[in-house]
């Protein structure tokens, strides 16, 4: 049970903040030791319990203190205010995406995802898609020429052909290029 107090404007506004904690089973709120404080565009001191504010002015030290856990817009919707005060009864921050965006540095993306890949220099036949999934199992030349009856020559032409396709310098390296493109199932 996340316990929160409500700090409004007006009666009216904290009844009606009051009536949307009361849709969540997991919320109760109360008058004193809250686990969450939840502002509505006002002024405040500094809360010793997390804080989330609904606010069109940024928060600042002096007013809050270090107690800001989530600020949002006073037009936030039931859902998003619901979810932040249960965010942050569960010691989360939240942050709306300009905000990450103007305070969390630019990452470069990670390896692995598929706008990472290089464009395929030709796409991959049928033929060399099943090859490509025999290479998945482990299997050699010889091996996916038999399961796929064909030659042993036939086989290494479809392998030498996958890898100059995915620019791969290795068959592991076609393999891990083929599952990230989502070729071979995983």
Do not use: C, W
């Not at 089973?25 to 609904?54: H, K, N, W």
């Not at 002096?62 to 949002?72: C, I, K, M, P």
């Not at 020429?145 to 076609?174: D, M, N, P």
């Amino acid at each position: 049970m996340i316990r929160v107090l409500i700090v409004a404007k007006s009666e009216a506004e904290s009844a009606e903040l009051a009536e949307l904690m009361a849709e969540d089973d997991s919320i109760e709120v109360v008058s004193a030791d809250p686990d969450v404080v939840l502002v509505a565009g006002v002024p405040a001191r500094p809360f010793d319990a997390p804080t989330v504010l609904l606010s069109r002015d940024t928060p600042s030290v002096e007013s809050y203190g270090n107690s800001v856990r989530a600020h949002l817009p006073p037009d936030a919707t039931a859902s998003e205010v619901l979810t932040a005060v249960a965010a942050v009864g569960q010691g989360l921050v939240v942050l709306t995406q300009a905000q990450a965006e103007r305070l969390l540095p630019a990452r470069p993306r990670r390896q692995g995802f598929p706008g990472d890949l290089p464009r395929l220099v030709e796409a991959l036949t049928p033929r060399e898609i099943e090859v490509l999934r025999l290479m998945s199992d482990g299997l050699v030349n010889k091996e996916i020429a038999e399961r796929l009856g064909i030659s042993e020559h036939t086989a290494k032409f479809h392998v030498a052909s996958i890898l100059g396709k995915l620019q791969a310098s290795s068959r592991t390296e076609a393999v891990a290029q083929g599952m990230r493109r989502g070729l071979i199932p995983i």
